[in-house]
């Protein structure tokens, strides 16, 4: 079975930094994908970023392009959001996902999903 777990998230001041983490274990899919989605409260999910670690591929929302990097972090499976200059728009929960077999930026696109972990920016 597969698990992703995020980890990373806090309390930051406008212009901050944060950066978040995801695992995979489990996965056995050829493509091996892993994105980063967001809930503000009360808004939808919205993709954020996606990394491919097989062909390093990388993709990014037009709201964090100039401020995210999603990179591959210490394991095959595991990539990090490193989120710069942030801002209160940012405030949400952030949730991985991996198994994607669609168009990147639609949650119905990836076949698992993480708890998520709260970012909270304040002015």
């Known amino acids: 079975q597969v698990q992703v777990k995020e980890s990373g998230g806090g309390s930051v001041q406008s212009g901050g930094s944060l950066r978040l983490s995801c695992k995979v274990s489990?996965?056995?899919?050829?493509?091996?994908?892993m994105a980063w989605f967001r809930q503000p409260p009360e808004k939808e999910r919205e993709g954020v970023a996606v990394?491919?670690?097989?062909?390093?591929?990388?993709y990014y929302a037009n709201a964090v392009k100039d401020r995210f990097k999603i990179l591959q972090d210490s394991a095959e499976m595991t990539v990090a959001l490193q989120m710069n200059n942030l801002q209160p728009d940012d405030t949400a929960i952030y949730y991985c996902?991996?198994?994607?077999?669609?168009?990147?930026?639609?949650?119905?696109?990836?076949?698992?999903w993480g708890q998520g972990t709260r970012v909270t920016v304040s002015s």
């Open positions: 990394f491919c670690v097989d062909d390093g591929s990388e």
């Open positions: 996902a991996t198994g994607v077999r669609g168009p990147w930026q639609y949650t119905h696109s990836w076949d698992f």
């Open positions: 489990g996965y056995t899919y050829s493509s091996k994908c």
